[in-house]
């Protein structure tokens, strides 16, 4: 499940291209040194004794220019001689002050960036000036950044032009990075892809890793131009032999993405482990996800959990994330949902998308946590609101359904329209699941919306729905596993399976998904797939119903009222039938006529019967009409009608086929029972 490749961004380049500055950050000091009384005493720290003779020779020359830079070199990366920063900025004044270029840009840059002195960044940036008009590249390149930051100096992205001209004219290969990045953006020139891609081929020719990576990230994407993958792998492959650690991520990506020919694990498996193995946190993340799925590696979460620690400990939001789904699916560690919503959580507050739309899910399936809807749509919508289809998908389930919301047909269609209209976001099979999805949902949802539509009613599926299905319920996905499982009930798009119906519907119900813990009550009142068992049922009905699923309200007051598999309760049947009948589920709608009418659970009320088995023939329920040619014929809780009657009884023949239909009374007076009576 490689995410998309990403350009590296500017202040990756300005961090890696500091001609001076190395990890750690040392104390400032107000003024620079007299000449240090212990410099003649300084320890040496290497076992080469000609590092040693070296800095010997070299301190006797000491009043030379270059030996003076050279001594500030030895001090600054600790070659031969204790590392001390201070120190090096010492020598690096001695030679800047005397003209010698390359020290002036290190120590200009000591004090743009308050690295081991006082920061004097206006001070530090005429040292680097003073280089730059040497005609140093590497100076003009960094004068021409400090005009693009504003640091030291007045912002002026102008201004930084000519200077990284003068640089790139050297064939200095940061500086072509700059130009092609600068003519590929179009902030302060005209956009040009073709300079930005002939500055880019000039800077990746020459070797540089960070131009290498970009050409293979352009080249994947089709930025700057034709997209061309295997010359992309070759850039990204180069890149990565300079064991660059954002390149060997990159590399790994191109390796293990999906639409790569031959998707190549393993050899990710050996890239990724080359940049974790120095703590590049995406690439700890990166390898992470192949020991949870056992692609490329042999599976194994306690590895997984491990690189997703360390990973998160550098800054990876990806793997607080993974953390959350580890501590809440149980893999590789104890089930524990408290520390699965802190890491959701976390991750949530830095605007990772997928966290927010767990957490959604959490808080709307009450899945270990009390159900809250606030909550739940809280992060939804926030995920949503990002551009994230997974959320927009559960969020249009809801308007569609009128679950956790007001019942919004045309609102659950306009998400499904975006969820089809969405480019690909970062997992290809829950990509191509939730699209076909949104299709059939949309219009399901574009026929609800003028009232004729049933919306909890199973869709058929195709062969590719079907196998769509099946890969992101492998992966754990409850609304896959609920799809599949009503393929195999239904025989749709793939023969005809019970026992499989049950095995999926039940992973399903087992997740927290209310339409699967519906479905596979269903199967066990029937006693279809697996052993008939309605007290089971009953359970799983109410789990659905406290989802606020209707159908599973539905089911469960079926139960309630007839008394089968629980106590007999009317009153309590009588509210989830009401509750589900108002959020739109016109099975509920029309048994709630029934209850009204013979009065079960409530005293007998034909005027409110009349009117919900209205309500349920308007969306095309064929009972309820049956119901209307009678009330209207009759005058039945309502003034008789024969114009009424003759209207409803042409629709409901339109719906049958024929011009009349005989409706036995036992079968429109009798509240229905659950299972097959319920989609």
Known sequence: MAKSIRLITSLMLILLLSAIVVGGALAQFDSLPKLPSDIIDAPVTSEDPNDAGAFGDLWLTRHTVKSQLEIGDRYIWGRGIARDIKKAAYWYKLAADQGLAQAQLNYGLMLLNGYGVLALPREGLDYIRHAAEQDLAEAQFNLARAYMSGQ??????????????????????????????????????????????????????????????????????????????????????????????????????????????????????????RAANVGFGQAEFALGLLYLSGRGVKQDYGQALALYQRAATHGSIDALNGLGRLYEMGWGVEKDMKRAIEYYSNAAGYGHVRSQDHLGHIYYEGNGVERDNNLALKWLQMAANAGFPPAKMTLAEMFETGRGVPRNPQEAKRLYDQIIAAPPWDFPNEVALLKRMATEASARAASASTSTAEPFQKSAATPDAVEAFRRAADQGDPRAQNALGAAYENGSGITKDLSEAAKWYRKSAEAGFPPGQNNFGALLEGGRGVEKNITEAAQWYRKSADGQFPPGMTNLAVLLINGNGVDKNEAEGLRLMQNAASRGFVLAQYNLGVLYEIGRGTASDKAAAFGWYRVAAEQGHLGAMAKLIKFYGQGIGVKANLDEAVKWQAKLASFNGKPSVSIPAEASDRVISGGDGVP
Do not use: C
Request: charged letters at 25%; aromatic letters at 12%.
């Open 152 to 273: 030291g100096t007045d912002r002026d992205e102008k201004a930084s032009l000519p200077w990284f001209y003068k640089a790139a004219d050297k064939g200095y290969a940061p500086a072509e990075l700059a130009l092609a990045e600068i003519y590929a953006a179009g902030k302060f020139v005209p956009k040009d892809p073709l300079k930005a891609m002939t500055f880019l081929q000039m800077s990746a020719s020459r070797g540089f890793p960070l131009a290498e990576l970009t050409m293979g990230q352009v080249l994947i994407k089709g930025d700057l131009g034709p997209k061309n993958l295997v010359e992309a792998g070759t850039w990204l492959k180069k890149a990565a032999e300079h064991h660059f650690p954002p390149a060997e991520f990159a590399y790994g990506q191109y390796l293990d993405n999906p639409e790569q020919t031959p998707r190549e694990p393993e050899a990710a498996a050996i890239y990724y482990t």
